[in-house]
């Protein structure tokens, strides 16, 4: 029986990917394909920039991260309720500010979290309760690392119940201006002292399953009983607060959502057809509303075709390579069944540890050390034996991927 050329499929592959991507003849049929799935893409939309938002708005108040430490930079609102708060040798007041730690930025926590909440929100959610102490440790691992790299438990403790918080807010909470319809829910009202409140349900770091309840009136407040003495703020009386920082920053957040949904090819008609319509079709079509966008092709694919083909192929063939090395050491020490994926994921993810990828959130990797991810692996449950017999095979294929990886003041 012949070998099977186990790269002959990423060829293949790549090349189908290729073809059905760039060519002129595939283009129409794809943009058929993505404007069939726009009403879903742009949900995801919605979601993904109002969760990054808010979070980003609880970060910098409740945190004091400060506005540059975002991808997205958030509205630089000041006033007498906010204060910067990293620290400046000489100058700040002792414990108005934070330090950083040596080797951390604002950036890479805020990258952390983010990427938490793929795994907190995203993969959770659907099953939260029964994958909640599968998430608890995971979170528990990279709580470990960063608190070994000199960040504060507290902090890092603090971040995760951000993220809970915020996770809340978005999902069970309805707020207007700030709330993606057919994500959030309408809250059930309930009178609280002189006000009326919003049930609010969120679940809470002792079990992350376990679901708490709060009162709620604005997509920021303090929490009684679920904020940090030092930490959290009191707002403005409430006719200054939506005038200062709601309403501006509702405008802020629907201006990004639109943009987004642009970069996604629907594109606004701003101006009509000059064409001359028959009296009788005219008469048909009068009732009927004009359509207001149009979806671009995405005609630059063709250009980067050689680009997407030589790159992307380049990985696809490295990866095959290192499942290909990793399987002879499963072999040797008869690891079998799903046990050997977690082998081939820690060797994926050891020599890409450095490499520098597309998506920014992702890059609060950097931090990590080959002990960091050895450690991480064992608690999985994989064995450090056959880890580092792992490492040396594909230790040749690391320093490759260094080598590819731009320096700061390449980018």
């Known amino acids: 029986m012949p070998k099977i050329d186990p790269f002959a499929r990423i060829r293949d592959r790549k090349e189908d ?104 929100t995203e993969k959770s959610i659907p099953d939260y309760k029964g994958m909640a102490e599968a998430l608890r440790q995971y979170i528990e691992t990279h709580k470990d690392i ?27 909470s309805g707020y207007v201006g700030y709330s ?33 309840q709060g009162y709620t009136r604005y997509p920021y407040e303090t929490q009684v009983g679920y904020c940090r003495v030092n930490y959290a703020r009191v707002i403005p009386i409430e006719r200054v607060y939506k005038d200062t920082h709601l309403r501006p920053l509702s405008k802020d957040l629907v201006q990004r959502v639109k943009e987004f949904k642009m970069r996604s090819c629907k594109t606004p008609i701003t101006k009509g057809l000059d064409v001359e319509v028959r009296p009788e079709v005219r008469e048909i079509t009068k009732h009927i509303e ?22 992307g192929g380049k990985h696809q063939a490295r990866l095959q390579h290192i499942i290909e090395r990793v399987k ?28 520098k990828p597309h998506r920014r959130w992702k890059r609060w990797r950097r931090l990590l050390t080959k002990d960091d991810l050895i450690e991480k692996y064992k608690r999985m449950g994989l064995d450090e034996e056959v880890l580092n017999e792992v490492l040396k095979v594909v230790e040749t294929f690391k320093v490759v991927a260094d080598m590819e990886t731009p320096t700061e003041t390449q980018t």
Request: hydrophobic share 40%.
């Open 290 to 311: 004009p359509p207001k966008y149009t979806l671009y092709q995405r005609i630059f694919f063709y250009q980067k075709r050689e680009k997407m083909q030589w790159q």
């Open 180 to 212: 993606v319809v057919g994500v959030a829910r309408v809250m059930k009202k309930v009178p609280r002292r002189r006000y009326i409140m919003g049930d609010y349900r969120f679940r809470w770091t002792d079990d992350y399953k376990t679901e708490k």
């Open 146 to 172: 960063l608190i070994k790299k000199g960040v504060s438990e507290k902090f890092i403790q603090a971040l995760i119940e951000t993220l809970l918080k915020v996770e809340g807010k978005i999902l069970n």
């Open 328 to 355: 002879q050491v499963l072999d040797k020490y008869g690891i079998h069944g799903t046990f050997r994926l977690g082998y081939i994921a820690f060797a994926k993810e050891y020599v890409y540890m450095n490499y």
């Open 17 to 120: 990917y290729i073809e059905h991507t760039t060519s002129i003849q595939w283009i129409g049929i794809n943009m058929l394909r993505w404007g069939h799935m726009l009403p879903k893409i742009e949900l995801s939309i919605g979601f993904n920039v109002s969760f990054n938002f808010l979070l980003d708005f609880y970060l910098a108040m409740d945190l004091h991260f400060p506005f540059d430490a975002f991808d997205f930079n958030m509205p630089n609102f000041v006033g007498d309720w906010y204060f910067p708060s990293k620290a400046y040798y000489g100058k700040t007041r002792y414990s108005y500010s934070l330090y950083d730690p040596p080797e951390i930025l604002w950036t890479d926590l805020a990258r952390f979290i983010w990427n938490m909440r793929y795994h907190t």
